[in-house]
């Protein structure tokens, strides 16, 4: 009906104007995709080098720039320094970058998006450390084994390590002297772990709580797991990686060594897991830990230097952060996780993956290999904020004036225990953290809820480790 | 403005008769459409920018796979089928629903009690500290808040289980049980956005004309009989003003639970919205990010309706 109302000349119009409207929807789709990118200044040519913010001090990023380009002035380099709350959120954020089409050259990447970023984005390093291996001779002797087989995947090494934390156990010495407390031995069990936290809940007031923990991948229940001897999914080594391992390193320290970590059939429900669920459900049954909160452990470091808590798992990254809430170089100190089947530590590192998308990747490569030479880190970690991966940086003048007296115990944790490893972060590790710290969360919040919790965890776990991510 | 308030009947003629469709406008009326396409445009374009384009986009990019890295795969109906037995997915629906109901009730009644009180008797000065005071939080950015009040209500260091000890009450576990964190998020929203709610009662309550109070008055109507009778009718469309967007609001709140409880404990306070931004940014899963994001536009259009179409039966026009 409506037809029979058109005139020619307005059906002529209205030809033209879908006709231009075919025209525009034909160029913008044969155009290729504006990204951000395109946006004129955006590309300065420079070298992109993403950060997570907190990681490095403002004068740290600024001698890292200052030094490159020393070394290499035709190499423009750029810090994107990008805030984020935790290493998941930091990758959210890279990403979004990504799919603007601002993508970086090199991102600073810790543990738990090693496979992650290997699989989908990362370049194996491989070619470059084999071409500059004499270069390297140095770093990878001063650097444990452990470290650089966290950073490798199937094989090949994406990463050159530069920091790292292993979870130790934190105490203060005030909270000690109060129980009556020895500094505990090192080779102290989870028994010995218990009747000091009893001791000291017996020697302090109603707001006191002897043990803090966060409900998060690192520092969270793994360690337990790990000390228990077991883990949330049952891990393997891939095979490869002896051009590496016999390039740089004396037989009794490759011994063992792989082409990286598997991680793959979960096991939440695996007796030893229950047994460490059951123990710490008793800690908070006792009044003896704290509630698992999620996050990051902000409001720790008030409590800890207040003395309402005790004991807490933590890395050489505490020593700075405590000596800037302002407490004394003795005021606590650090030992190795207690042992239950083992003592079998875990940690998380750090280092720079060169991302597929680069155009730099010869320029990326300089930095990798400038970012971990010991000068360089020295600049950047002088807070102690972190453990540098370098075995020559800890010493005596590092730890004086923030402490702790046992700061050997930071690095020695992977000598001591040569099957200490990295936390499990399979490529899914999105997905297999959220479900750990959603049923932690449960099997924690009410009595008796151990059980069902961790079968829902089991279940989850193997869907998301199904998951082609 | 009388150009066109002439010319609007004679369009409608041409539309409502077949012959009026050669009725070719002037070139003055020409000018005054294209004036009129000019003014509007920046505001279309933004809308069709920033609202159709993503709208659109959501819903193309619900039909396929895409992980940022890789191309896009098309996927069908697989990312709604995937959602729909998804039980994080299922569960946070039902968390929202619930959240928006303990919320939006909690807002509108602390806002309508405190705009009542503040209407009463009271010295002008210490009714703008008040209305001030209540508008506060809401011009604060709700991350900060959250972080604030994840301290406060710590179950083991915080100042509220603090307080309670003073009265021999023991610890509550206000974020690290399911109905105690679920509470506290509440507590924590409400707190911040209940000024919207109270500045919208405080002006449809002053456009209440005081005779009409007085007449109630003269009639016997006192106290919480005049309230229910006269105020509440007349405050009828603030009211589905306040509870709309409340409620739109309540079903897409994030930062609180996201901050406070990080979801948990378990799934209890996990939200839609939540959900979307974990599919999408930290498992790379935009499509079913996306199917979730329709379903929750689809949830929050049909809310609305409906609150529309109950408002003809409850909502009175002076």
């Known amino acids: 009906m409506t037809d029979s109302l058109l005139s020619r000349r307005a059906l002529l119009r209205y030809g033209a104007y879908g006709a231009g409207a075919a025209a525009l929807a034909g160029t913008a789709a044969s155009w290729d995709r504006l990204t951000g990118a395109d946006i004129p200044g955006r590309d300065d040519g420079s070298l992109v080098v993403a950060t997570l913010g907190s990681a490095f001090a403002p004068a740290g990023v600024r001698a890292l720039v200052d030094g490159f380009r020393r070394l290499h002035p035709d190499i423009k380099v750029r810090i994107n320094a990008v805030q984020a709350v935790d290493w998941s959120d930091f990758f959210a954020k890279i990403l979004t970058q990504i799919a603007a089409g601002t993508a970086p050259d090199l991102v600073y990447v810790a543990t738990e998006g090693v496979q992650l970023f290997a699989r989908h984005l990362g370049v194996p390093l491989d070619r470059w450390v084999r071409r500059d291996a004499a270069e390297l001779k140095e770093y990878f002797a001063d650097v444990h084994p452990s470290l650089v087989e966290s950073m490798m995947y199937e094989g090949s090494l994406y990463q050159l390590p530069i920091e790292f934390n292993a979870a130790d156990m934190y105490l203060n010495t005030r909270v000690l002297r109060r129980a009556g407390a020895d500094f505990p031995a090192a080779d102290w069990t989870r028994d010995d772990f218990t009747a000091l936290l009893r001791r000291m809940k017996k020697a302090s007031d109603s707001h006191f709580t002897p043990y803090f923990w966060t409900n998060r991948l690192w520092g969270g229940v793994v360690p337990w797991l790990f000390a228990n001897g077991t883990n949330l999914l049952a891990e393997s080594k891939a095979p490869g990686g002896s051009w590496l391992w016999d390039s740089f390193y004396p037989a009794d320290r490759r011994r063992g060594r792989g082409g990286g970590f598997r991680w793959t059939t979960p096991q939440a429900t695996d007796d030893r897991v229950v047994e460490a669920y059951d123990y710490l459900a008793s800690l908070v049954h006792d009044g003896l830990c704290t509630r698992p909160e999620g996050g990051n452990g902000q409001n720790l470091i008030g409590v800890f230097s207040t003395g309402r808590v005790g004991v807490t798992p933590a890395g050489g990254f505490w020593a700075g952060g405590l000596h800037l809430a302002g407490m004394r170089a003795d005021g606590f100190d650090v030992q190795y996780f207690p042992r239950r089947h083992t003592q079998r530590h875990q940690f998380g590192a750090a280092g720079y993956a060169l991302l597929r998308t680069s155009k730099k990747q010869d320029e990326a490569w300089e930095f990798i290999k400038y970012s971990a030479r010991r000068e360089t880190l020295g600049e950047l970690f002088t807070t102690n904020q972190t453990t540098p991966a370098r075995r020559s940086m800890l010493t005596t003048a590092r730890y004086r004036e923030t402490g702790p007296a046992h700061w050997r115990v930071f690095y020695d944790t992977l000598d001591r225990f040569p099957d200490t490893g990295p936390i499990p972060a399979p490529p899914q590790v999105a997905e297999v953290t959220q479900v750990l710290l959603k049923h932690t969360g449960t099997a924690l919040a009410s009595p008796g809820a151990v059980g069902p919790a961790l079968r829902r965890m089991q279940g989850d776990l193997e869907k998301a480790m199904e998951r082609d991510v | ?318």
């Open chain 2, 1 to 318: 403005m009388t150009d066109t308030g002439t010319r609007i009947p004679a369009v409608r003629t041409r539309a409502a008769s077949p012959g009026a469709a050669a009725v070719r406008p002037s070139a003055r009326e020409r000018g005054t459409r294209l004036l009129a396409a000019l003014f509007l445009a920046p505001t279309v374009v933004g809308i069709v920018v920033f609202t159709v384009v993503p709208i659109v986009g959501s819903v193309v990019l619900s039909l396929f796979h895409w992980n940022v890295i890789d191309a896009p795969g098309f996927a069908g109906t697989a990312n709604y089928r995937e959602i729909f037995s998804d039980s994080t997915v299922l569960v946070s629906f039902r968390n929202t629903l619930v959240f928006m109901v303990f919320a939006v009730a909690a807002q509108l009644l602390i806002a309508l009690g405190l705009a009542l009180t503040l209407n009463g008797r009271m010295p002008a000065w210490l009714r703008s500290v008040f209305r001030s005071a209540f508008f506060f939080p809401l011009v604060l950015s709700a991350a900060s808040i959250s972080v604030v009040m994840k301290y406060l209500f710590n179950q083991d260091f915080g100042v509220v289980n603090w307080l309670i000890g003073l009265f021999g009450l023991a610890p509550v576990p206000w974020l690290t049980s399911e109905h105690g964190a679920m509470a506290t998020v509440v507590i924590v929203y409400v707190w911040q956005q209940f000024g919207f709610s109270f500045l919208l009662f405080v002006g449809g309550l002053n456009n209440i004309p005081k005779e009409i109070h007085e007449a109630a008055a003269l009639d016997g109507a006192t106290g919480l009989r005049k309230h229910l009778a006269v105020t509440l009718p007349l405050l009828s469309p603030t009211l589905l003003v306040a509870s709309v967007v409340g409620i739109i609001n309540a079903l897409q709140v994030f930062e609180q639970p996201y901050v406070l409880t990080d979801g948990g404990p378990g799934d209890s306070t996990r939200t839609v919205v939540m959900v979307i931004y974990e599919k999408a940014f930290e498992q790379l899963r935009f499509g079913e990010a996306s199917a979730v994001g329709v379903l929750l536009f689809v949830l929050i259009m049909a809310v609305t309706a409906l609150q529309f179409r109950l408002s003809r039966r409850f909502v009175h026009y002076q």
